[in-house]
């Protein structure tokens, strides 16, 4: 019944007729946006995209935003190089999930003139463009990219993102050499063991072992390097790390081997050298490689402002302008801001009228009007006509800046978990020191070079390779395995802690709801049938077609417009009237339609909490809409899933009490608090925190990033704002809450199979160790026991690749069953 | 045996030249991004007509 628009895969609004054929084959498609972007892919001849595609676009943007001020050198400087006549340009592009999507946007734009190198960046979105500016402009290339549904914004990389680069590809280069070398003395020391039992001549032993030196010597020097680093600065810092008893080890058995090597005893431990630092490097690397997660900057302003030029003479239309920076704003400074654009400092209108959006501060989703005089905050959007305002804040001091501040500071207090192995670690290494000094004393008496061996067989078998890959293998097996059901994990650290959550608290607008318009019930004023309730429905849609108003929204997924009417009049603030047949329409507040029909009282108001929107020609009153911020699906089963888990669920919101209230009973949420800012939020999770309780948040907006830092576990959708997507542990990329399930069934798994490897690594590890203390185990023993068991390990992690969601065919189901009892239950209103 | 002699500074010249190449490889940005490079094969090789867009659709909806 329900149809998936083939674009974006949202559901296509009944009797719609929006639709494009491609190849040869009729699609349906859910908005004009998809239709225009699905256009400009196929005339571009880019067609496969759909074939190749892993996941759905985001649903595109209706409005085209006005890229001309990038087109300033100045502002194009901060993202890009200007090189040998050509502008190297870094852009962060939002709405990227797939490798599909890089093939579309690399080869839509190397056809554009003068772009002469793309390239799309799948795991941090972000595109490297080489263009010549005789040729092309950036607004050019940016307009470009937004055809095609992707988000351009420049990418200014901070520092410590570049440091944390620079210091992975060192990394890797270190482990590569490792890796290269591990094999050659890996393959040499197969020939050394076999030696010992078949016997080999001492001029082939000193061969092989010289050789193998050779090879170890720059892997110790260059590729352990970090360890040595990291032992000597926890020396330094009176805290011995894993560090430790690891450079220890690897100095203790390169020296000996190398003296051996050199006076021709028994044993070189080359090949356990080079596999050690292999092993250890990768499991580093793994893990600094997840945290380098695909997060965009926060950008919230524009960079720059329309300052209006007063010196210069008013022309008709628009007031003569110039580009300025944010940062350079003062109070005073009168700016112009076009509809559609975001509101780059906080200020006074000073002309103009309009309607600005809000709800990414407080929740409300309905947009405010403004006019002269009214106050408007930086971030907010301007949506429906052009502005003129005053700024009163410096970029500094806006509120939009004291939100940020507030974020920081809520970062700064939130709960530390120190990770398990660490906590283990320290315990160990004094405890594997120790069992080395105790083994050298006892063998001593006896043996002294044997007493050496055994003491350096201790340190080689408890370099805790298993253990030490355990953590990160694991972590980043369940982070990719959770990236391709689009789950983005930012902290690995959070599958730990989603066991011992106690309180969920959710935002309302945008999370628990979808933001969006919708019919939630209809009052029908005169009696109608069924076919004229479908035309009545229908007039309502063909009025409100061309409007911006969000309430219009919920009648246009309602209805075709099929309906041609004469004259339709907006009243600002008020409603439209049309004509049809002859006869005046009114649509809109109940005292515009009052002016020309008399309106019975409504019957269940008190039910209603949201906007009511009544339909009157001038024979008779038609119809009374009630119009709400539609559910989210999957919303009221994962709220009775918490129920059942024992986690209590929580509302807050910025918005209106009633609305709240509404949602937080239907949704059976027993405490609701409403008109919450962000730092009401902040202090709420914090009391929360201080009675000794541990917090989830699911929220969006950009009021939710202070509450998002302090949270235990933070969770965004994926439409969130940046800010909040930066500070959320977790990222929904497909917006639904059925995920939130998976994710919580994904951390169980995840902490099962942790488990499991570090009991194994453990036992081997604990085994092993008292073993070679009494000098039973040989090196030969050691080296292949250390490799099996990480490799175990390895193999155990990846078996969360084949974890499935218990619930998620359930959830499905229930929440399409919901979706059909509610709009059977709006018709029959 | 002696062999050994000549194929073992050999399989150092391989084992500089293979360390070499990794290294070359890293600074040229080839391991940023695994995801991308392991699809994109994937994607070309099904192209024969991308320099020809399919305009028949374009003049049916523009008569």
């Known amino acids: ?829 | 045996m002696d062999s050994l002699y000549l194929l073992l500074p050999i399989a150092l010249i391989f084992f500089g030249t293979a360390v070499a190449l990794f290294f070359w490889a890293v600074k040229d940005k080839q391991f940023d991004d695994l995801e991308k490079e392991g699809q994109r094969i994937l994607f070309d090789s099904d192209q024969p007509k991308q320099t020809k867009p399919e305009n028949t659709d374009e003049s049916q909806s523009k008569p």
């Open chain 1, 1 to 829: 019944m329900t149809l998936a628009c083939y674009h974006c895969g949202q559901t296509v609004p009944k009797n719609s007729s929006y639709a494009l054929n491609i190849n040869g084959a009729n699609h349906a498609m859910c908005c004009p946006a998809c239709v225009a972007v699905a256009e400009c892919i196929q005339q571009a001849g880019l067609s496969d995209y759909y074939r190749l595609r892993s996941d759905n676009p985001d649903t595109p943007k209706t409005d085209k935003a006005d890229f001309t001020l990038f087109n300033n050198t100045a502002v194009l400087r901060r993202f890009s190089e200007y090189k040998a006549d050509r502008w190297h340009s870094r852009l962060s592009l939002s709405g990227i999930h797939c490798a599909a999507c890089t093939w579309l946007i690399e080869h839509h734009l190397i056809q554009l003139d003068g772009v002469d190198r793309i390239d799309v960046n799948l795991q941090n979105a972000v595109a490297h463009i080489v263009w010549n500016p005789q040729q092309t402009s950036m607004s050019e290339i940016m307009a470009a990219i937004q055809e095609l549904g992707y988000q351009p914004l420049p990418d200014s990389p901070d520092q410590r993102q570049q440091l944390l680069r620079d210091e992975l590809s060192k990394n890797l280069r270190r482990l590569g050499l490792a890796g290269i070398g591990m094999m050659q003395v890996g393959m040499v020391a197969i020939g050394l063991y076999a030696g010992d039992f078949q016997g080999i001549d001492n001029a082939t032993r000193d061969l092989l072992r010289y050789f193998s030196l050779i090879i170890t010597t720059p892997i110790l020097l260059y590729s352990g390097q970090p360890f040595f680093k990291g032992a000597w600065r926890s020396v330094k810092a009176r805290a011995p790390g894993m560090d430790v008893p690891v450079s220890l080890a690897l100095i203790a058995a390169y020296l000996a081997s190398v003296y051996a090597t050199m006076f021709g005893l028994e044993h070189v431990y080359f090949d356990t050298v080079s596999m050690f630092i292999f092993f250890l490097l990768l499991s580093r690397y793994l893990q600094a490689r997840l945290r380098l997660g695909q997060f965009h900057q926060a950008q919230l302003l524009p960079e720059a402002a329309r300052l209006i030029n007063t010196t210069a003479a008013n022309s008709d239309s628009q007031p003569p302008f110039r580009w300025q920076a944010i940062a350079e704003l003062v109070p005073g400074d009168r700016i112009f801001i076009p509809p559609g654009e975001i509101i780059p400092a906080d200020g006074i209108v000073t002309a103009g009228s309009s309607r600005i959006e809000t709800s990414a501060f407080n929740g409300e989703f309905l947009p405010q009007s403004v006019t002269q005089g009214c106050q408007v905050l930086a971030g907010s959007g301007n949506i429906e006509a052009s502005l003129e305002i005053e700024v009163t804040a410096s970029a500094e001091n806006s509120s939009l800046n004291a939100m940020q501040k507030l974020l920081a500071k809520a970062q700064s207090e939130k709960p530390h978990f120190a990770q398990l192995a660490d906590r283990l670690a320290s315990r160990f290494v004094i405890a594997v020191i120790l069992v080395a000094l105790i083994s050298f004393a006892y063998w001593a008496q006896f043996d002294l070079e044997r007493a050496f061996i055994i003491a350096l067989s201790v340190l080689v078998v408890s370099c805790p390779c298993a253990l030490s890959l355990a953590t990160p293998t694991t972590y980043a097996a369940a982070i990719t395995a959770l990236r391709r059901r689009g789950i983005v994990l930012r902290n690995s650290l959070i599958l730990e802690r989603l066991k011992k959550l106690n309180v969920a608290v959710f935002d309302k607008t945008g999370t628990l709801t979808l933001g969006r318009a919708r019919i939630e019930s209809i009052e029908w004023l005169s009696p109608q049938n069924e076919a004229q309730q479908k035309e009545i429905l229908a007039i309502a849609a063909a009025m409100e077609a061309d409007s911006t108003h969000p309430l219009a929204q919920a009648f246009k997924t309602e209805s075709e417009n099929t309906v041609s009417l004469s004259t339709i009049t907006i009243f600002a603030g008020e409603g439209i009237q049309a004509k049809l047949a002859g006869l005046r329409y009114r649509i809109g507040k109940a005292a515009f339609c009052e002016k020309l029909q008399t309106i019975p009282t409504s019957t269940t108001a008190k039910q209603h909490t949201g906007s009511e929107v009544l339909l009157v020609n001038e024979n008779q009153a038609l119809a009374r809409f009630w119009i709400a911020d539609q559910i989210r699906p999957g919303a009221a089963e994962l709220i009775s899933a918490f129920a059942s888990a024992k986690m209590s669920c929580q509302l807050l919101s910025g918005d209106r009490a009633a609305a709240v209230d509404a949602l937080a009973n239907k949704l059976n949420i027993n405490h609701a608090l409403s008109e919450c800012s962000a730092a009401n939020k902040v202090a709420h999770i914090q009391q929360l925190q201080s009675q000794g309780k541990t917090v989830l948040m699911l929220g969006d907006g950009v009021n939710d990033a202070p509450v998002m830092a302090c949270a235990d576990v933070s969770i965004a959708m994926s439409a969130a704002s940046d800010l909040t997507r930066n500070q959320a542990d977790v990222l929904l990329i497909s917006d639904s809450l059925s995920q939130v399930q998976t994710l919580f069934d994904f951390a169980q798994a995840t902490r099962h199979i942790l488990r499991q490897n570090i009991f194994w690594a453990l036992l081997y590890n604990g085994t092993a160790i008292p073993l070679a203390a009494m000098g039973l185990i040989a090196p030969w023993l050691a080296a292949i026991g250390m490799s099996a068991s990480s490799l175990i390990v390895v193999l155990n992690a990846l078996r969360l690749n084949r974890v499935r969601a218990k619930n998620k065919t359930n959830i499905d189901r229930t929440a399409t069953a919901l979706e059909s009892q509610l709009s059977s239950n709006r018709m029959a209103n």
